[in-house]
């Protein structure tokens, strides 16, 4: 316990301000708020740049009111005014010195266009009290969060996040909508005209309005859509599921032509990420082995499919010295088998081996497999750093060819689909709880008779399947294969969308993958701040909801029948011990 | 009999004898035909091996961060790499400002102790708001969490320093009293810079064992790392601790970062990775938890790597044999940890089972 | 005569200087309540693991039923007929309740991945006949109706039920309890012991318990070896150990056996 004593709240909003404003002028001097500020959410209303901030001071007053929670309301809104001070005064601080310290010679982005942006082009007074109303408004805002009733406040965070949301991700609605015949006029009332590309004012209220009013009409009635499908007879019910089925097909048949090739492509990148999560989801979040060299068998099943595919074979430049330039789906089952065998190979010398060592040694495997694909000793057969290109492509007869990503987007999907459904089977049987077991506690798991050898295999080889899938599919969809594709990074990016998506849990793991895959492919201003945001996300999940954003434990919430109250009499199949099966 | 031996090895032990007497077997084939073809002289290899000596006092002050945290907190600072990384990038700006003003001419000395001071203050900020924000809280957690913080955090500082400062690299000054070289018995040469950072890289070594055999400080060090709890009970304040720990740790790597710099020039935001992965996995090679492991750990794999490729591929003929490095200094590792599983020296921490 | 469903002899086990079990020969008689007890650090839960596999003894042989498990891993032993329970519990945290004993079924099911994939006939009738059984292990172990619950959640009581109905669902011949007990009430520790006597005129399984509780050794053992320093020092019925001179020195020290015997002579110490 750090402190007992409680502090005078001028303190707490002190130190919860200066945070803040720490985090304000770390994006203000990366970059971010200048880079950010070329995009609107709201036209000429509400700029990116400007949002950032003030999510920062909303935040700040928001933490600031909540840490005083039993203090009198006046008290804490009064706080948070002060705690939105505080970023203001170090930011103007900052827009002071830049010149005199000439400090855009260490911090290059310390420009005139972000003062310009700090100061809302003020100069002087003014620009402070500008500054200080702002934070001080914002905070206030934050602050105010935490006072107002439980049934006002989700609606308004939700429409808020809602308009947010929708004007970050305007070029995905755009595209969309005008691939769907007749919404066009949408189009022109939601997203205004003005000096840019953004919500209009009109559309920024509209939505906030739905997103709130339907937020508040479902507080009233929780259960609600569950239970009309519960109270359909056997009959009903069946051919409501084949509906869904059917709507579903339908619907995933016609995503591709709504998408558009960029989002089509966007997508598949997110599904082979999905694929690359299912398998690893077996390995650590089932097996609880945590492998970090994941990344080895998604390229030993790209190299697989590049090298017996690619038509550029030969002894010039560029090409390698043999392939067979066979049909794509021979490579493809060629390169799950290669890779189920790498799985084996690769998890034998790690079989004893305890948590951090295998991570240390898997991801010394991985390493290992990326520097031997690009080396020059083995350029004849894997060309080297200069990859393998004219990667062979998926083909139907003569009449349909897997070569855009309107139609990738199908093998994606099946491919997904298929990993699925196999990772859920296996997650409720016998060798799911095997993993499981051997998670929780390895040496009481082998005393319940599990071996623990086959069963690590057996995780290993499963994972580096669908990885070597994914591997497989990521060659041809991108048509050639360079060894800085198959960095550490990789291995990490899977290990954390399952992880963010909650371990073990098979919808977290697509959560995860449109989290961090698919968020950061549409958000194409954040590519330069990806990383960064994404090491603050990974910490900030860690420290608030480890357990993922759809935990495993969601589900039990279905309860099975619970069980009857069962007589004392003996179970029947201890009946005659002794007699078991001595086959170990 | 033969059947108790072989209910004693299983197929997988077999499978992996196999493996590491092929290994070792292309090893010594390989060294003996390097050695007999002659194209290296014994220059050569003094060379290769002060080389080798020089990264790898680099690799053991940095491994010693990772065994120190680990032995008290169990967990891989992934961001430890880092912790070297900010005290290399600050030394540069103080030490370019110097080497501008002519400060660095004149008083090379002294320029150069306070390049290393405000590196290793840098990096020993940096570790304790690590600790603080982002791995205290999650200290009762299971593995798997502060694994994956520490893998953020690394992400997060590589992706600051890099964003704040712009993405070019930047180059250290040439320090006028570090150029140029020592030449022994008439024949072999080497460079000052490289003598500086294996006498400073022992001396801190020297220092940080007797700091932790010695002191008071050093002593609940190694009681908190046996158990946490029994340390409390005897009144250790655990936390100012593992604090200290993170210090100690996070002041070597800032030192480290800024000899580095001297010897490479170059740097960035990300040259903390390859070497952080390398010196994680010479405090693993000398057993985990184990300080005279790690410093031990950290020069054989500096060395190895330096030597190996050379010694075992040239003679196998394999091209460009320094692009393997890093797959010898693994495949070291994973021999070493299969057949003696608890690291060349043994690691501190035992785990019983039931 | 009854025969010995287990047999020790001469068994060895050391720790670098620390000789934790020494040369320890111990019979255990098919279908008996057989306790071990000694002071802390007498070897009796290295005994335990040494018969389990999870340590493997320097010497000495462990014959179950004409078995060496000397050199056995402990899937192979727990596949031969023996379960154990846990000083510490060791239940498998983040399951719940029911998976933790569908675990313990794992000798006797036989699907594989596979078949779970493809959701084969056989394979689908064993996973529901697996589930009932554990669901009427739960309810013989009294937990009926917690089968959902994560065993991390479960009351201390309950977690030592749920152990011994893991080990249970093996389908042992012989069950070792470690400590069963431990951190009970008076009136949990009754309802437990009676669970244990019942779990052998029941299902005629063999006993090997571990127990620091008098009233419980006292209560349902036929027999009682006692360790000290890894060896053993007396071994009998309970009445024969209650008076054994060494065996009051080991736990009160040195001279004190003749204080409790006159003690335990007196009229009013007579037991029922």
């Known amino acids: ?105 260490i911090f290059p982005n310390a420009s005139p ?26 905070a206030a805002a934050g602050g105010a969060v935490p006072l107002v009733s439980p049934r006002w406040r989700a609606p308004i965070v939700q429409g808020v996040v809602w308009v947010g949301l929708l004007g970050l991700l305007q070029d995905i609605l755009r595209v969309t909508l005008t691939n769907i015949p007749g919404a066009t006029f949408v189009l022109s009332w939601m997203f205004g005209g003005g000096s840019g590309k953004g919500l209009s004012i009109l559309g920024a209220v509209v939505i906030f309005a739905l997103v709130g009013y339907a937020t508040f009409r479902r507080q009233g009635r929780p259960a609600a859509a569950a239970s009309w499908r519960s109270r359909l007879d056997a009959r009903t019910a069946r051919l409501v599921n084949i509906g869904i089925w059917v709507a579903a097909a339908v619907g995933l048949y016609l995503l591709p032509k709504l998408l558009g090739p960029y989002l089509s492509e966007v997508t598949n990148s997110v599904g082979i990420f999905v694929l690359m999560g299912l398998g690893l989801n077996i390995v650590v979040g089932f097996a609880g082995l945590l492998d970090l060299g994941y990344v080895a068998f998604y390229a030993i099943g790209a190299y697989v499919v590049g090298v017996l595919t690619t038509t550029a074979v030969g002894d010039q430049a560029g090409q390698i010295v043999w392939g067979p330039a066979m049909s794509f789906w021979l490579a493809l089952m060629a ?170 849990s098979l919808p977290g793991v697509f959560i995860g993958a449109l989290a961090l895959v698919g968020l950061p492919e549409l958000l194409r201003e954040f590519s330069e701040y990806r990383l960064l945001m994404y090491g603050a996300l990974l910490i900030v999940m860690m420290l608030n909801r480890p357990e993922g954003l759809m935990p495993e434990a969601t589900r039990r919430r279905e309860l099975r029948e619970t069980d009857g109250p069962e007589a004392e009499a003996p179970p029947e199949g201890v009946a005659n011990p002794g007699e078991v099966a001595a086959s170990g | 009999m033969l059947r108790r031996l072989m209910e004693r090895f299983t197929l997988t032990d077999i499978f992996m004898w196999v493996v590491g007497g092929s290994i070792v077997t292309l090893v010594v084939v390989g060294s003996y035909a390097t050695l007999s073809q002659g194209t290296y002289t014994a220059r050569h290899w003094f060379d290769f091996l002060v080389f080798g000596l020089a990264q790898g006092s680099v690799y053991a002050l940095i491994a010693l961060g990772y065994t120190l945290v680990y032995g008290i907190l169990r967990m891989i600072n992934f961001a430890h790499s880092e912790v070297f990384m900010s005290g290399a990038y600050i030394g540069f700006f103080v030490i370019t400002a110097m080497s501008g003003s002519g400060f660095l001419d004149e008083n090379p000395l002294v320029a150069l102790l306070a390049v290393f001071l405000v590196a290793m203050i840098t990096s020993v900020t940096i570790a304790v708001l690590l600790e603080r924000i982002a791995y205290r809280p999650l200290r009762r957690s299971p593995r798997l969490v502060p694994l994956i913080t520490a893998i953020g955090a690394s992400f997060f500082l590589q992706e600051a320093f890099r964003t704040l400062f712009g993405s070019a690299s930047k180059g250290y000054p040439d320090v006028p009293a570090l150029q140029g070289t020592w030449t022994l018995q008439g024949e072999f040469i080497i460079q000052k810079i490289q003598v500086l950072v294996i006498v400073a890289g022992a001396l801190m070594m020297f220092f940080l064992y007797m700091f932790v055999m010695r002191t008071k400080t050093g002593k609940a060090m190694r009681a908190v790392s046996e158990d946490k709890d029994v340390a409390a009970l005897m009144g250790i304040d655990v936390d100012a601790i593992i604090v200290r720990t993170f210090v100690i740790g996070a002041a070597l790597a800032g030192a480290a970062g800024v000899l ?30 184990n300080i005279p492991g790690a410093m031990l750990g950290g020069l054989f794999l500096g060395i190895f790597e330096s030597v190996g490729p050379i010694l075992f591929l040239d003679g196998l003929g394999v091209a460009a044999p320094y692009q393997l490095k890093d797959v010898i200094a693994f495949t070291m590792l994973v021999l070493v940890l299969i057949f003696r599983p608890t690291g060349i020296l043994g690691e501190r921490l035992a785990t019983a089972k039931a | 005569m009854t025969t010995s469903v287990l047999t020790a002899r001469k068994v060895t086990k050391r720790f670098g200087g620390l000789v934790a079990v020494d040369q320890l020969d111990l019979e255990i008689a098919d279908k008996a309540i057989h306790a071990v007890i000694g002071p802390n650090g007498s070897g009796k839960t290295t005994l335990f693991n040494c018969i389990t596999g999870f340590y493997r003894p320097e010497g000495g042989e462990i014959l179950f039923r004409e078995h060496h498990l000397e050199s056995l891993s402990s899937d192979r032993i727990t596949r031969l007929g023996i379960a154990r329970t846990y000083q510490n519990i060791r239940l498998f945290a983040n399951l719940t309740a029911l998976e933790n004993i569908l675990v313990g079924e794992h000798p006797h099911l036989k699907a594989g991945m596979f078949s779970a994939v493809f959701h084969l006939p056989a394979t689908v009738r064993e996973e529901e006949e697996a589930l009932v059984e554990a669901r009427r292990l739960l309810g013989y172990v009294g937990l009926g109706g917690k089968g959902d619950l994560l065993a991390k959640n479960l009351a201390y009581g309950d977690m030592r039920r749920l152990e011994i109905g893991r080990a249970l669902a093996s389908r042992p011949a012989m069950l070792l309890l470690d400590e069963p007990t431990a951190g009970m009430n008076p009136q949990e520790t009754r309802e437990m012991t009676a669970f244990i006597r019942r779990l052998r005129d029941d299902l005629g399984i063999t006993i090997l318990l571990i127990e ?61």
């Not at chain 1, 298929?418 to 990772?423: E, H, L, V």
């Open chain 1, 1 to 105: 316990m750090d402190q007992d004593k409680p502090r005078h709240w001028i303190a707490v909003a002190l130190q919860l301000g200066a945070t803040g404003g720490l985090a304000a002028l770390l994006i203000s001097l990366v970059g971010m708020v200048e880079e950010f500020a070329k995009r609107f959410i709201i036209v000429d209303v509400l700029e990116m740049g400007q949002a950032l901030l003030l999510l920062i001071l909303i935040a700040t007053g928001y933490m600031t009111s909540r840490r005083l929670a039993d203090r009198p309301p006046r008290i804490r809104l009064l706080a948070a005014v002060v705690s939105g001070l505080v970023p203001a005064v170090m930011l103007f601080a900052l827009v002071l010195l830049i010149e005199p310290l000439n400090m855009r010679s």
């Open chain 1, 113 to 138: 266009t972000l003062i310009e942006i700090l100061t809302f082009g003020q100069r002087g007074a003014i620009a402070f009290a500008m500054m200080a109303v702002a934070g001080a408004a914002q």
């Open chain 1, 335 to 504: 390169a799950v088998l290669v890779s189920v065998m790498a799985g084996i190979i690769l998890g034998v010398p790690v079989l004893n081996m305890r948590g951090d060592y295998l991570a240390i040694v898997t991801l010394g495997f991985g390493e290992i497999i990326r520097i031997m694909a690009g080396s020059d000793f083995l350029k004849p057969f894997t060309g080297g750093s200069q990859g393998i290109v004219q990667v062979g492509v998926g083909r139907i007869g003569g009449l349909v060819a897997f070569d855009k990503p309107q139609t990738i987007f199908y093998v994606v999907v099946a491919a997904c689909a298929a990993a699925g459904f196999i990772s859920w089977r296996l997650r409720d049987s016998r060798m799911g709880r095997t993993w499981k077991a051997l998670r929780e506690d390895e040496d009481v798991a082998q005393a319940m008779g599990i071996h623990l050898v086959s069963t690590k295999l057996l995780a290993f080889a499963t994972g580096a399947a669908f990885a070597g899938l994914a591997g497989a599919l990521f060659a041809s969809k991108i048509g050639s294969i360079y060894p800085h594709s198959f960095k550490l990074l990789v291995s990490i990016n899977v290990l954390s969308l399952i992880i963010v998506g909650g371990m073990g």
């Open chain 2, 260 to 289: 580095y710099s001297l010897m490479f020039r170059l740097i960035n935001a990300y040259i903390g990775f390859i070497p952080g992965i390398k010196a994680f996995t010479a405090a693993v090679l000398g057993g985990i938890g």
């Open chain 3, 212 to 272: 620091h509780q008098m009233r419980v050794v006292m209560g349902i053992s036929e027999k009682v070896t006692v360790l000290d320093y890894g060896q053993k020092i007396a071994e009998g019925t309970p009445s024969e150990i209650q008076n054994d001179p060494t065996v009051i020195e080991a736990y009160l020290g040195r001279g004190s056996a003749s204080a409790v015997l006159r003690e335990a002579a007196s009229p009013a110490r007579q037991p029922l």
